[in-house]
């Protein structure tokens, strides 16, 4: 079945994500022959003056925090969309395959804590790396708060030369190490 709910979670968190309009432009997905809703992709200046199409966005809008300067603030009156790590994976892959987007900028807000918050990012980068075998660009936020151990994960998610058996060695070490 055609899961028309999770891109339009997806849609409405990279909506909320939109910050820098000027790099930003809108896009119409067509995916599998369907017209879907509006989403901002925006173009990242990389090393060496490269430009890159991004889907910038978040697991969540929601956050238990109140910085003040922050637009996802948990004293703001606004709408709050959270999506699961393998809604967020499945429908940037579907934007990625339909040729929309060369990369994934992934924020959060935080809900139960950094380790928590952490842990769904790097269920969400798990996912892409080892089950849709994405190669490509992926721009993971850490939280704060977050484990030691999370922090080595998240890099190890990051190198997209680095093979999924190399990422479970690293796994593995990580976790035989601090637990
Ligand atoms: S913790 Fe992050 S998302 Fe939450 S209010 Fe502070 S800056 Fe915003």
């Known amino acids: 079945m055609f899961d028309m709910d999770r891109f339009a979670k997806v849609n409405q968190l990279s909506k ?6 000027d790099s930003v432009q809108e896009c119409h997905p067509v995916v599998q022959g369907r017209s879907l ?3 901002p992709i925006t173009e990242l200046s990389m090393p060496g ?23 996802f603030r948990s004293g703001r009156n606004m709408r709050r969309q959270t999506a699961k790590p393998e809604e967020m994976a499945r429908t940037f892959i579907d934007y990625y395959e339909a040729g ?10 935080i809900i139960k804590g950094g380790v928590s918050t952490q842990d769904r990012l790097l269920d969400t980068a798990d996912i892409l790396r080892n089950k849709y075998m994405y190669r490509s660009y992926l721009h993971l936020k850490l ?3 977050l484990d030691c151990f999370q922090c080595c994960l998240a890099s190890a998610h990051l190198k997209t030369g680095t093979s999924s058996s190399a990422r479970r060695a690293l796994r593995s070490a990580v976790l035989r190490a601090f637990l």
Request: charged share 25%.
């Open 100 to 109: 929309m987007v060369e990369g994934l900028f992934l924020s959060s807000g």
């Open 49 to 71: 003056g490269k430009k890159m199409r991004a889907l910038k966005t978040m697991l969540t809008t929601a956050c238990e925090r109140n910085c003040h300067y922050c637009p």
């Open 16 to 21: 909320d994500m939109k910050v820098e309009v």
């Open 37 to 39: 809703p509006e989403v």
């Open 143 to 145: 939280m704060p708060g």
